[in-house]
């Protein structure tokens, strides 16, 4: 993640991706300071001790948080 932060910063994409513990917490984290939105991507619901797919949503990105709440979460 850390090569991609120019393209984080201009494009705040979507992000679909898988990630484990012990570096999980450490890209959470990562995303978080960006101003992401991190939710379990399997439950559709905040991240928790089950999750390994994730989606991180970021609300200056291309849809607005309305449109990803409607789409994603619902």
């Given at each position: ?22 570096n ?51």
């Open positions: 993640l850390h090569g991609a932060e120019r393209t984080l910063h201009q494009q705040s994409p979507i992000l679909i991706f898988e990630s484990f513990p012990p999980q917490e450490k890209v959470i984290t990562f995303l978080a300071k960006k101003g992401y939105q991190i939710y379990d991507a399997d439950r559709l619901c905040h991240v928790n001790q089950k999750t390994n797919n994730l989606i991180a949503f970021h609300p200056s990105g291309s849809i607005s948080n309305e449109t990803f709440s409607k789409c994603i979460l619902q």
